[in-house]
């Protein structure tokens, strides 16, 4: 019997050449996909934006161009690149990036830092289009790649219940309304779970969805400036980081739902919009990791051809979060953190369950497999860069050390 979470790639991608119809595909569990992938993205990593901006003492005008621009570039990227491939591509900013950015970008002068954003972008587009990083990626054995997506979905699921503690009515409730739905009406699975937590939110723990300052979001020009200090100091590490900790893990989410991922495409698209976006505060759009899981999974609709339409809503709602972020940031900043975990872990968990079952089909590769989930899952981070890389060339070691050249099994053994 074939599991319908094995999802084969002959099976998922779009045959070149092929155009289905938008109004036919569009469905209620795709377009709250990309909504819950926005909510996501927004109610947690946008902290640590935040803080990166704190760090480099930005006013409030540069902090909310920040935002514009990271919203406003991964919105239109991800909505356009999901309609023209007909595949679920979810572009985001880098949160590790952000994350490096909190500890360096204080030591540079902001337009220095626009400036080594601009050659970090340069850089990424050049491995987009030219294709060499799609090469690299290529030649990673699918069960690395399925176990690379296990390690990363993990603290995802387990983040379900390690909300408990702190909301468990919430938590518990939202969690069997999922079962339940699931078992009768499964394509609205995680919109009862949102519905459902949402009101056990209000009656429990709050629902304090406060609307910030009204009207569009102005974004703000600056001119950059080039030095080698920035260059080196910023520039390099995030480049390191956004190709190694996000696009990498990016196609591999693509690659494990058996879609065909034009790197060139993909990459350079990303990379491009980064150049354009750097002016206004922007430290790059790339592909995303975990938010895509949600726009990729069988949740987001049980035909995977369809799941494109997920992609387009998210980026729909980055650009409406971007334009009008004084109301819409706010709302979403203000959800509880435990209901955020429920609906996120419930979304995903469909991803998690199929990617670890294609990690560990195959007998042969089931060490490297192992080995890469659990440093994917074990959240280390060396040299500014995350434990999604680290678990892919951890599993790569041990690929090129146990499997590589060995027989398949019933093969004679020296």
Same mark, same amino acid.
């Given at each position: 019997?074939? =599991? ?29 996909? !990309? ?8 109610? *947690? ?10 760090? *480099?003492?930005? =006013? ?18 991800? %909505? ?80 379900? %219940? ?10 518990? !409730? ?142 729909? *709602? ?70 999604? %890389?680290?678990?892919?060339? %951890? ?20």
């Amino acid at each position: 019997m074939t =599991d319908e979470l094995t999802i084969r790639p002959e099976k998922t991608a779009v045959e070149g050449g092929e155009r289905r119809s938008l109004r036919g595909d569009v469905s209620a569990p795709a377009l709250l996909a !990309g909504l819950v992938c926005v909510a996501v993205s927004f109610s *947690g990593p946008l902290v640590v934006v935040l803080a990166a901006a704190a760090a *480099g003492r930005l =006013d409030a005008a540069h902090t909310a161009s920040w935002i514009w621009a990271v919203a406003i570039g991964s919105g239109v990227s991800g %909505f356009a690149l999901s309609w023209w491939t007909r595949t679920p591509v979810v572009t985001a900013w880098s949160t590790p990036g952000a994350a490096l950015l909190v500890t360096s970008l204080g030591d540079y002068p902001y337009r220095e830092a626009i400036g080594a954003f601009l050659v970090s972008a340069a850089v990424v587009t050049l491995f987009g289009v030219t294709g060499w990083f799609g090469r690299l990626i290529a030649a990673v054995p699918v069960g690395i790649v399925n176990a690379m997506l296990a390690g990363i979905l993990f603290s995802f699921g387990a983040g379900i %219940f390690g909300a408990v503690h702190s909301a468990p009515v919430l938590v518990v !409730g939202s969690f069997a309304a999922f079962l339940l739905a699931k078992r009768y009406a499964p394509r609205y699975a995680v919109p009862v779970a949102l519905l459902v937590g949402g009101v056990l939110a209000a009656l429990t723990v709050g629902l304090p969805l406060h609307p910030g300052a009204g009207g569009p979001t102005v974004p703000v020009l600056t001119a950059p400036a080039f030095s080698w200090s920035a260059v080196v100091g910023l520039a390099l590490p995030l480049t390191i980081v956004v190709l190694a900790s996000q696009n990498a893990p990016g196609l591999g989410v693509m690659r494990a739902f058996g879609y065909r991922a034009d790197d060139r495409l993909l990459i350079g698209s990303t990379g491009a919009m980064s150049l354009l976006m750097a002016p206004f505060g922007s430290p790059g759009v790339n592909l995303a990791a975990i938010t895509a899981a949600i726009c990729s999974g069988p949740e987001a609709h049980p035909d995977p051809r369809r799941r494109y339409v997920a992609g387009m809503s998210s980026g729909a *709602g980055y650009v409406l979060v971007g334009s009008f972020g004084g109301v819409l940031v706010s709302l979403f900043t203000g959800l509880p953190k435990e209901l955020i975990a429920v609906i996120a872990g419930v979304a995903l968990l469909a991803s998690l369950q199929g990617s670890l079952a294609a990690a560990v089909a195959e007998e042969r590769g089931r060490d490297a497999a192992v080995v890469t989930f659990l440093a994917s899952a074990s959240g280390m981070s060396l040299f500014g860069i995350g434990s999604a %890389f680290w678990g892919l060339l %951890f599993g790569l070691g041990t690929h090129l050390l146990l499997d590589l050249g060995k027989r398949p099994r019933g093969g004679r053994e020296d």
